[in-house]
């Protein structure tokens, strides 16, 4: 019977067969071990002289790093192997002999293992982050369809910018210009009238020509709105919404983050609530370390490292300056200079993973900031018809996964969070 390597533990003491790539193999002998992967997990296959069949003790020197083999034994409990089961071989076949394989435990630049990708993410690690994320993006949804949210996703496809229109790439549409969607809150803000509780979960783009550790040109990113919620009613949802992921992840992927030696008693401590400063609260911290920093700009990821070092749960930094915000950002009526929005920064020098804020709802300063923007009204009709017909106070936030799941993991670059990320400079593989 064909199995899967997590199912060993319901097998034990049956004859049974794998299939899987070989990781790892080496002969002492009379006794020779082969760490096969599936996919599913890691199972170390032991071959003996005598309780496996010549045939397959004597091939078992043709076998090559990543070939394809189905090996058939009988299950073990073994406490000492990865992942708690073996397999006492009987017999084995390579199905696919595999050519010498190019990633070797030596060390490889990382433009190497980049342009490998659709190999590296066979490896150990790569494999336990994109286990993470997979989890990750699980407990996001799950939060939101448990909250009694609707999942309405927006176009990629847009006539508009959203971010600004810096970062925008452009592509033929037929006989008109389309971009590509930077976030796809706009039209969350739209079905967010329709539906109430809203979210959208997509990727998004940025044509960012910046070579930085937390930067993707092709990122995800969810994106819930909720109507009648203010700034502090969506700082709340969004502190239950990461502590939500992060408690989560690390019970149901210690395995992977223990493999990634994450230390999760710091993940631990991440519940709600979060410490939140406001931003000339915070400005000045940042000025008392880094006296280049002018207040009233926004933040660089040093000047982010200063705020969020002080903390060990994530921190909200809220109300920062109108003028480094997007156009939507509400304007807090006791200091126009000032907007209802919010960042979360993650610890450990992380930074931004969250941006979000409550939305200006009044046509006539809406109209006035689209102005202010260099935008193009015709382009934001639809948008402005928001607040023609039953305007309303309502907030929202984008978290980015990838800054997430780098977090999580506790790893340095978001170029391994996502199975095939593009960067500045690379769209291969
Ligand atoms: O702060 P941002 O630009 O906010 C928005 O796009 C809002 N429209 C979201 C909303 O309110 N619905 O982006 C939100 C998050 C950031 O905090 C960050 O985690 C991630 O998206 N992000 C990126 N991640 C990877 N690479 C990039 N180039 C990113 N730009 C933003
Ligand atoms: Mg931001």
Sequence with gaps: MKL??????????QTIELKGWAYHHRSSGKIKFLVLRDGTGYC????????????????????????????????????????????????FKILSRAEPYPITPKEHGPDFLMSHRHLWIRSKMQHAILRVRAEIITAIRDFFNGRGFT????????????????????????????????????????TCA?????????????AEKSK?????????????????????????????????????????????????????????????????????????????????FEIGNDFGAPDEAIVSGKFEKPVFVHHFPTAVKAFYMKQDEKNPERCLSCDLLAPEGYGEIIGGGQREDSLELLLKRIDEHHLNRADFEWFLDLRRYGSFTHSGFGLGIERTVAWICGIQHVRETIPFPRLYGRNYP
């Design 212 to 292: 930085t550790r937390r930067h993707l040109i092709e990122f995800w990113m969810v994106e819930p709105e909720v109507a009648f919620n203010d700034l502090n009613d969506n700082m709340e949802l969004a502190e239950q919404f990461v502590e939500y992921i992060v408690q989560r992840t690390i019970t149901n992927r210690a395995e992977e983050l223990k493999a990634l030696e994450r230390d999760t008693s710091i993940l631990a401590k991440v519940r709600a609530p979060f410490p939140r400063v406001h931003y000339d609260e915070a400005a000045a911290m940042i000025k008392n370390e880094n006296p280049q």
């Design 44 to 91: 170390q296959c032991v071959f003996a002289k005598g309780a496996c069949d010549d045939e397959s003790f004597n091939g078992f020197e043709q076998i090559t790093q990543e070939s394809t083999v189905s090996v058939s034994g009988a299950v073990r409990a073994e406490p000492r192997s990865p992942g708690g089961y073996e397999v006492t071989a009987q017999s």
């Design 151 to 190: 999942l309405a996703d927006s176009p990629i496809f847009t006539p508009s910018s959203c971010e600004g229109t810096t970062t925008l790439f452009q592509t033929n549409y037929f006989d008109e210009k389309a971009r590509s969607s930077q976030s796809g809150q706009l039209y969350a803000e739209a």
């Design 194 to 206: 329709a539906l109430g509780k809203v979210y959208c979960f997509g990727p998004t783009f940025r």
């Design 4 to 13: 899967w390597i997590s199912d060993l533990k319901n097998y034990v003491g």
